[in-house]
């Protein structure tokens, strides 16, 4: 079955950039899936970063669009994201997910695991 | 400030009946589907109610969904010491063009 699995520093400095990939195991990534990634600061809810289909098209969170970037790398099947210029307040579990093809663009139907992700000096 | 709102703690005992109230607007809940998700304690968030009433496969039937106007409910009903969880409604939100999530109801079995 398809499995989702975050990889990436845990630890990020102040005004650095945070990158993280999701590998894509047991499937391709080229389906007709979208592809995401949500966020959880600790002990908070969750947050919608972006989302991007395997044709390279993204669609990001207005809060987020002008420091985010989210890529495709087909030939790896991983998706990846970068979050530049980060603050303490970017420190969050996260977690990559896949968009579900039955339920629509907002049904998030399978995830990884999630990668704490720490921004400190 | 989450855009949904949840209430912070629920609580039930076995066997019981339980409702999580979500409130939204009408850019939100108002006018686009409802979607809930069940996190267990140090686990990721599982989809557990699609488009408002719809349980993927493998949902339990004890969970249920609803939507009126611009709120949307969770129930479960014989509640077992395993839905001790976070539960958190989901939508889309036309105004402000994001996927919005509400802040999350933990939910305890007592």
């Known amino acids: 079955q398809v499995q989702l699995q975050e990889s990436g520093p845990g630890l990020v400095k102040p005004s650095g950039t945070l990158s993280l990939t999701c590998a894509v195991s047991g499937g391709s990534i080229s389906s007709s899936n979208w592809w995401t990634w949500v966020r959880q600061p600790p002990g908070k809810g969750l947050e919608w970063i972006g989302e991007?289909?395997?044709?390279?098209?993204?669609n990001y969170n207005p809060s987020l669009t002008s420091r985010v970037t989210i890529l495709i790398d087909k030939s790896q099947n991983q998706f990846s994201l970068k979050l530049n210029s980060v603050t303490a307040a970017d420190t969050a579990v996260y977690y990559c997910?896949?968009?579900?093809?039955?339920?629509?663009?907002?049904?998030?139907?399978?995830w990884g695991q999630g990668t704490m992700v720490t921004v400190s000096s | 400030q989450s855009v949904l709102t949840q209430p912070p703690s629920a609580s039930g005992t076995p066997g019981q009946r339980v409702t999580i109230s979500c409130s939204g607007s009408s850019s939100n809940i108002g006018s686009n589907y409802v979607f809930w998700y069940q996190q267990l304690p140090g686990t990721a968030p599982k989809l557990l109610i699609c488009?408002?009433?719809q349980r993927p496969s493998g949902v339990p039937d004890r969970f249920s969904g609803s939507k009126s106007g611009t709120s949307a409910s969770l129930a479960i009903s014989g509640l077992r010491s395993e839905d001790e969880a976070d539960y958190y409604c989901a939508a889309w939100d036309d105004s402000l063009s994001v996927r919005v999530f509400g802040g999350g109801t933990k939910l305890t079995v007592l």
């Open positions: 997910a896949r968009v579900s093809s039955t339920w629509g663009r907002d049904a998030f139907d399978l």
């Open positions: 488009r408002n009433n």
């Open positions: 991007i289909y395997p044709s390279g098209s993204t």
